[in-house]
């Protein structure tokens, strides 16, 4: 049997979506909006899951409504799915080399894993934006919100080639 293709592009895929999900949790650039303080004059504010900035001057976000809570326990439970997803994928890969054949089970677990990521950090995404809607004025959505859409694609997709690298 030996070294398989596929279950290493799975892996590749799954790392590199949890790494940008990762990337985009734990930055503080999910909206940007420009704010005008007397005195002071023109700012950029941004918001993450966890923490706000002005100008660069970050703090960690106090009283947070329910709702960004809920994103942000959302975007971690995906993120664990995520790893979830990438150590299976990455057992059938270590047992292809080892020229032992991995149970079928662990590519369903691997797409099932993945899935879950996806949806879970769905949920954060769609949550954060409709009421990002509601609570902001003239706001942009920022890189972190980005990264974390393409991670969730990544892994829904790492998690799929992972099934068919099982095969």
């Known amino acids: 049997m030996g070294f398989k293709l596929i279950p290493l592009i799975a892996v590749g895929v799954l790392g590199?979506?949890?790494?940008?999900?990762?990337?985009?949790l734990a930055t503080p650039e999910w909206v940007t909006t420009d704010i005008v303080l007397p005195f002071v004059g023109k700012q950029e504010q941004t918001q993450?899951?966890?923490?706000?900035?002005?100008?660069?001057?970050?703090?960690?976000?106090?009283?947070?409504?329910?709702?960004?809570?809920?994103?942000?326990?959302?975007?971690?439970?995906?993120?664990?799915?995520?790893?979830?997803?990438?150590?299976?994928?990455?057992?059938?890969?270590?047992?292809?080399?080892?020229?032992?054949?991995?149970?079928?089970?662990?590519?369903?677990?691997?797409?099932?894993?993945?899935?879950?990521?996806?949806?879970?950090?769905?949920?954060?995404?769609?949550?954060?934006?409709v009421k990002a809607e509601d609570d902001y004025d003239n706001f942009d959505f920022g890189y972190s919100f980005g990264l974390s859409i393409a991670g969730a694609i990544l892994i829904l997709l790492g998690g799929f080639i992972a099934m068919a690298g099982n095969r």
Request: hydrophobic share 60%.
């Open 48 to 129: 993450g899951l966890w923490e706000g900035c002005v100008n660069d001057d970050c703090d960690s976000l106090k009283n947070e409504p329910d709702w960004l809570k809920a994103s942000g326990a959302m975007a971690i439970l995906g993120m664990l799915a995520g790893l979830g997803a990438l150590v299976i994928a990455g057992l059938i890969f270590v047992m292809g080399l080892m020229d032992k054949s991995a149970n079928k089970a662990f590519g369903i677990l691997a797409v099932l894993a993945a899935i879950g990521s996806f949806v879970l950090i769905l949920i954060c995404v769609i949550v954060y934006a």
């Open 16 to 24: 590199l979506g949890n790494l940008l999900h990762i990337i985009g």
